[in-house]
């Protein structure tokens, strides 16, 4: 009848749980075991179909000897054993293949413990003869320790590894009432061991327990650090990793307030303040920049990165806008202002370059550098102040020396020389210089010290001989005397008109007589237009009338006859 199974397995599960628990000691000596094939001691084997027997409890005994086989096998070997299920245990037993007690139990050839001792009183042991059977197999298979296989070369020692720099720029982008999101930059040396991630960490303000917000290594260079506390000031900062360790951490330069922000700030700057805003000296600034944000931001202004001058720069914000007024503007007052708004942790700046311009200094020198035939080089050099902007031309002028007036000859003139043409022959010259802005031209200018003289040159002017014409003529009437009628009492006028060279001379005659100066007649001669006035005429002033017209070189005579008549009479007054 075969032996049952179930004590077997249950002794080989329960015996590893105890060596794990301490370790085994030296084993006493023991008497030999049996070799392979023979009979196990009558007392462990029972006899076929029987069960096996129990040892007393009350009367503990010394632990069954291990086999002599069993002594040097290593303590892994032993849990190996007990772990293995009792296979040829629960096959049943017949006449051929020997009984389960055959085989020893890997406990049995472990060493005794005072724990294995104890365990023995207690009626659980009734099952260890069963087990004991299978030790003798497993202990003939821990006999040979496995040989040790060649180690490898040791390598070369690795290069030491070092940390990377410092993390740049951490801000932060944006925070709620839980939540703080953080940025960086890489740092700038990574070194050959690379970068494996950074580590950020956070700590109340006012205390120094850092402490890590992310498990694993954060490769990005953004992390949001969630589950905060309303109301907490945290100081953050972060911390980039590689194989040489960690590197020097970069901290926010302040504490963050977790708080949900209602309206960030930002500065609206006006599109003619984006660009230079240029004004003359003297001139009244009055620059208004709206910005935006809730609560009401803090409005503070810089020049030049440092505080205003408020003697010279007042400042007026209100809730939507921010005022820069100067009254009378200088040119110390040119440089860059910055406007930053701020709520909380969140900023906004806006800048602009304001510059005070006035009008230019005269150029620092003029000088003739050259002079030939009709023409004049002159060069000069730039003013030494400019009126605080960039100088846009020069006008250059000229005046002769016997008038001394100056007239422009160049102007808008962008070079530092120029050849000035076309001069007189014989005068001599001075030149005078003025600069130009977007003002406008400088007050003064700079003459030259030298004076430009045009030279004759060895041409002599001989002007052409003409000849003389002979406008010479005797006298010749071109209007000769007409015959007139008149009536007595009433005046009459002789004319004619008469030419030569030189001017001939005039004579009026009546019936070949000279009249001469009679106060009846009156003689006028002009332009050559000769005319003879007959004032009131009688019956006795009819007759032939001559003008004769006589020079040097010949005379000429014209005439016509005046008839005087009677005024007619009625018939009734001849009766």
Excluded at 60 to 86: I, L, M, N
Excluded at 168 to 189: A, G, H, M, R, Y
Excluded at 327 to 333: C, G, L, N, Q, V
Excluded at 392 to 421: C, M, P
Aim: proline share 12%.
């Amino acid at each position: 009848m075969p032996s049952k199974p179930a004590p077997i397995k249950k002794a080989a599960k329960k015996e590893p749980a105890k060596k794990e628990e301490k370790a085994p000691e030296p084993a006493p000596e023991v008497a030999p075991a049996p070799a392979e094939g023979e009979a196990a001691p009558a007392e462990a084997a029972p006899a076929e179909g029987e069960a096996p027997a129990a040892p007393p409890a009350e009367e503990p005994k010394a632990p069954t000897p291990p086999p002599a086989d069993a002594a040097p096998t290593d303590e892994a070997a032993a849990p190996v054993a007990a772990d293995q299920p009792a296979t040829d245990a629960a096959l049943p037993a017949t006449e051929e293949t020997p009984a389960a007690p055959a085989e020893a139990p890997v406990d049995a050839a472990a060493p005794a413990t005072e724990e294995t001792s104890a365990a023995t009183k207690a009626p659980a042991d009734e099952e260890t003869p069963a087990a004991a059977a299978e030790a003798p197999a497993d202990a003939e298979a821990a006999e040979a320790p496995a040989p040790e296989e060649p180690k490898p070369p040791t390598p070369p020692p690795p290069p030491p590894k070092e940390p990377t720099s410092v993390p740049l720029d951490l801000f932060v982008e944006d925070k709620n009432d839980t939540s703080v999101t953080i940025i960086w930059s890489q740092p700038e040396t990574v070194g050959p061991s690379g970068l494996d991630g950074y580590t950020i960490e956070v700590c109340k303000d006012g205390t120094e327990d850092w402490k890590a917000v992310n498990e694993d290594l954060q490769k990005s260079c953004r992390y949001v650090i969630k589950n905060q506390t309303t109301g907490d000031r945290l100081k953050i900062r972060v911390v980039a990793v590689n194989a040489g360790g960690r590197s020097p951490p970069v901290t926010l330069p302040e504490a963050v307030l977790v708080k949900e922000v209602a309206d960030r700030p930002k500065v609206r700057l006006p599109r003619f303040l984006r660009q230079r805003y240029v004004a003359q000296v003297g001139a009244k600034i009055n620059l208004t920049i709206p910005f935006t944000g809730k609560p009401k931001p803090v409005v503070t202004w810089t020049k030049n990165g440092q505080p205003l001058d408020t003697k010279r720069v007042n400042i007026r914000s209100t809730d939507r806008d921010s005022i820069l007024f100067i009254r009378a503007s200088e040119r110390d007052d040119s440089g860059v202002y910055e406007m930053c708004v701020k709520v909380d942790d969140f900023e906004d700046k806006a800048s602009l370059i304001l510059q005070i311009v006035e009008l230019p200094g005269p150029p620092a020198s003029v000088k003739i550098v050259d002079t030939w035939g009709f023409n004049v080089a002159l060069e000069w050099t730039p003013p030494t102040d400019n009126g605080n902007t960039e100088i846009t031309g020069y006008t250059i002028q000229k005046a002769d020396k016997k008038t001394g007036d100056w007239f422009t000859v160049l102007e808008h003139y962008h070079r530092l020389n120029a050849t000035i043409s076309d001069l007189i022959m014989g005068n001599t010259y001075k030149f005078r210089v003025f600069s130009e802005n977007k003002c406008g031209i400088s007050n003064d200018a700079t003459v030259a010290k030298e004076e430009a003289k045009i030279t004759k040159t060895g041409i002599e002017y001989k002007p052409p001989e003409y000849k003389e014409h002979d406008f010479t003529e005797p006298p010749k009437f071109t209007t000769s005397l007409n015959d007139r009628a008149t009536t007595v009492g009433y005046s009459t006028k002789l004319l004619c008109s008469v030419r030569g060279c030189p001017k001939p001379k005039v004579t009026w005659m009546k019936n070949q007589m000279i009249i001469g100066d009679d106060p009846k007649f009156r003689q006028i001669c002009v332009q050559g237009i000769c005319s003879l006035e007959i004032r009131k005429p009688g019956n006795f002033d009819g007759g032939v009338y001559s003008c004769k017209a006589k020079n040097d070189h010949g005379e000429a005579t014209v005439s016509c006859k005046l008839e005087v008549k009677q005024p007619a009479v009625a018939d009734a007054d001849k009766k």
